[in-house]
């Protein structure tokens, strides 16, 4: 992967815009099998075949890269979420959580140093990380994406909130042991479980 | 409460085993108020009237000494969580999770410092966080204290861990902000989500 960046990027006359969104994506496409922790400014600069220095001028600090890959990323997985424009409400929310485990299942090194850090007390992280599961949860409200016809109250929104902290648990444990269940029987119970959930408020 | 703790302990003979588990139920107190952050040797020295030499003499290292509190609070989760002997099971049930909600609720710093630190990679903690849980599943399963007749399957245990995850991330959220429910609206909403997530297994 890294030689054929090298060969490409060596190549190409970028844009700095351009250049900065290649180092992204490469950031990004190294977290599906590195950590965080293990993913630093050497590891980025040497896949790309560019100078730490020249990584430094595009991100700042070495918080400012981990930011922008964290923040790609996050936006990758918001785009590979998106429900299907059309289709029955239960329909669409499956579609949009079978984009959810794939992702996590293709990155998991990644997103499990996300998970970590955002639990962990960086706060940097963990606004990135809010801020992006609480834009999937907006989605439930938008008239053009809404999955399901709920009202925006801070209670159906708290639920929403546990309810992506089941998702997240049940898919990052099915990884390390799926215990008998399919990919199939894993999205049943996760678009199953919404609905008696939200039942149960007042 | 450090004053009252400090007369006993210097007017009382204690046996090395008394006055240990004297000083971890002081630092399990202090995590109501403190989190395992600003929980040091030295405070604990302090509200305890005796030295920090004593301490290290009882707990080893700084390690040990975080270890052995955060195992006494989780053997009080435990402790205050056990299901009533009589009962439906999911009377049962609820007993036990009103026993989680206001233990979570009783001891905030503490408790969401433990989930910070076993989420965020420190390996001790994490296996004292992931055996109480774990123990906390068991219960289901004993014919003693078992809350709901289920078979004891890597399935249901995976629905398990996945319903506690979204207690955790409920009962913390609503210490937040109670988003308009009341302590019998959140317990409710808690006991009412399990069975239709084991009922969505294959």
């Known amino acids: 992967m890294g030689g054929v960046t090298t060969t490409t990027s060596s190549r190409t006359r970028l844009s700095p815009d351009e250049r900065r969104t290649q180092l ?3 950031g990004v496409r190294l977290l599906a099998t590195t950590s965080l922790e293990e993913l630093s ?22 918080l400012g890269f981990f930011e922008a890959v964290v923040q790609h990323a996050a936006d990758d997985l918001y785009r590979q979420t998106a429900p299907p424009a059309e289709g029955e409400p239960l329909e669409r929310l499956m579609g949009s959580i079978t984009g959810y485990v794939d992702y996590v299942v293709a990155n998991q090194p990644g997103y499990r ?3 970590r850090a955002a639990s962990g007390g960086n706060d940097t992280l963990r606004r990135i990380y809010d801020d992006t599961f609480r834009a999937l949860a907006d989605r439930f409200f938008a008239v053009d994406t809404g999955t399901i016809d709920l009202p925006d109250t801070p209670a159906v929104r708290l639920v929403l909130h546990a309810w992506q902290a089941m998702t997240e648990a049940l898919v990052l444990r099915w990884c390390d042991d799926p215990a008998g269940l399919t990919r199939d029987d894993l999205l ?8 008696p959930l939200l039942a149960a408020l007042p």
Request: hydrophobic share 50%; proline share 0%; no cysteine.
């Open 113 to 115: 140093s996300l998970v």
């Open 188 to 195: 049943r119970v996760i678009v199953d479980s919404l609905l």
């Open 41 to 62: 400014i050497d590891v980025l600069a040497e896949e790309a075949g560019i100078s730490r220095g020249l990584l430094y001028h595009y991100f700042g600090t070495k």
């Open 24 to 26: 992204l994506d490469l």
